[in-house]
């Protein structure tokens, strides 16, 4: 790889956690650093007022500034900053784009739901895991939205963003989201994702269709999962939905307390890791699937890839 390359720096400001990706051309990307900072910038996803805390902003943006300064040591082309769910939902999102624009004099651009599951898409069909699939479900699950996109014989087929993230279900349905996540409140969560994917118009009719999944609260399951069976390495991308069923009933049973405990499990996903994998599961349900493919590629993978193809265009 030509080291002299361009070089873009991604930053994604999610509802959980502000990540940096700096990457370079290749087949897949040739990424020169990924980090990510546990900033969770709402503490509820579902406030009134819809106001982001002037607190979560302030935090928010030094991380902000922090990735922005690691990035440049790179010098590259790009430094894109970008903002999904949380920010597009709150009415102060002008004074976070002020107090960004202010800490690093970038940008900040916040994407309506249709244009994030478009670049997650773009991102995932990076995945040289995925080259042989022609059809699959994708699902992004953050902290205040789930995207499913239907990739149907080599095309988009359907797509969907919806404010149903693990922050935003755990603020809407947990009365005590330090407390175990018990059989009813699970079914009324199930019911809610049925009944918002059946007003989004999205349709999960190809059973056995393969799913696939990006989720910072997949990539914290799965790390418990080789934790307990180190032979899993083996199979980097697959976990079986049996697998993933079994430690749901583990995780879902303990409090945060005892979650926290656990080897591996952060404390930005505590809380929210029983509902992630509800949701995911359900999602799996609806289409007799056997297997989920986890992926890293995501949105910021999709991002990079468009700026890198946009700068050898005009080269």
């Given at each position: 790889?030509?080291?002299?390359?361009?070089?873009?720096?991604?930053?994604?400001?999610?509802?959980?956690?502000?990540?940096?990706?700096?990457?370079?051309?290749?087949?897949?990307?040739?990424?020169?650093?990924?980090?990510?900072?546990?900033t969770r910038i709402i503490q509820r996803a579902d406030n009134t007022d819809r106001q982001l805390a002037r607190k979560s902003i302030e935090s928010?943006?030094?991380?902000?500034?922090?990735?922005?300064?690691?990035?440049?040591?790179?010098?590259?082309?790009?430094?894109?900053?970008?903002?999904?769910?949380?920010?597009?939902?709150?009415?102060?999102?002008?004074?976070?784009?002020?107090?960004?624009?202010?800490?690093?004099?970038?940008?900040?651009?916040?994407?309506?739901?249709?244009?994030?599951?478009?670049?997650?898409?773009?991102?995932?069909?990076?995945?040289?895991?995925?080259?042989?699939?022609?059809?699959?479900?994708?699902?992004?699950l953050g902290g205040g939205s789930l995207e499913l996109i239907d990739y149907f014989n080599g095309s988009i087929n359907q797509l969907v963003s919806?404010?149903?993230?693990?922050?935003?279900?755990?603020?809407?349905?947990?009365?005590?989201?330090?407390?175990?996540?018990?059989?009813?409140?699970?079914?009324?969560?199930?019911?809610?994702?049925?009944?918002?994917?059946?007003?989004?118009?999205?349709?999960?009719?190809?059973?056995?269709?393969?799913?696939?999944?990006?989720?910072?609260?997949?990539?914290?399951?799965?790390?418990?999962i080789l934790k307990q069976k180190p032979e899993f390495n083996n199979q980097p991308s697959k976990i079986p939905v049996k697998m993933l069923r079994?430690?749901?009933?583990?995780?879902?049973?303990?409090?945060?307390?005892?979650?926290?405990?656990?080897?591996?499990?952060?404390?930005?996903?505590?809380?929210?890791?029983?509902?992630?994998?509800?949701?995911?599961?359900?999602?799996?349900?609806?289409?007799?699937?056997?297997?989920?493919?986890?992926?890293?590629?995501?949105?910021?993978?999709?991002?990079?890839?468009?700026?890198?193809?946009?700068?050898?265009?005009?080269?």
């Open positions: 790889m030509n080291n002299k390359s361009p070089v873009v720096a991604i930053i994604d400001v999610g509802s959980n956690t502000i990540k940096l990706l700096i990457a370079r051309e290749g087949n897949p990307l040739d990424v020169i650093e990924d980090k990510t900072c546990q928010a943006s030094e991380s902000i500034n922090e990735l922005v300064q690691r990035a440049k040591k790179y010098t590259p082309h790009h430094i894109t900053i970008v903002a999904t769910s949380a920010v597009r939902d709150a009415e102060n999102q002008s004074y976070l784009k002020k107090r960004v624009l202010e800490s690093t004099g970038y940008q900040l651009q916040v994407l309506s739901g249709e244009e994030e599951a478009l670049l997650i898409s773009q991102g995932v069909l990076q995945d040289p895991a995925l080259v042989n699939f022609c059809s699959f479900y994708l699902l992004d919806m404010p149903a993230g693990a922050i935003r279900i755990t603020n809407n349905f947990l009365e005590n989201r330090n407390s175990n996540l018990n059989e009813p409140v699970a079914e009324r969560i199930k019911h809610f994702i049925h009944e918002e994917i059946k007003t989004s118009g999205f349709t999960l009719i190809n059973k056995e269709q393969p799913l696939v999944v990006t989720s910072g609260s997949l990539a914290v399951t799965k790390n418990l079994t430690l749901y009933t583990e995780i879902s049973a303990l409090n945060i307390t005892q979650r926290l405990k656990l080897s591996g499990i952060p404390a930005s996903h505590a809380d929210i890791l029983p509902i992630a994998l509800l949701i995911i599961l359900f999602i799996a349900d609806e289409i007799d699937a056997d297997l989920i493919f986890h992926t890293k590629f995501n949105l910021r993978y999709g991002l990079a890839t468009k700026f890198l193809s946009e700068i050898i265009e005009d080269s």
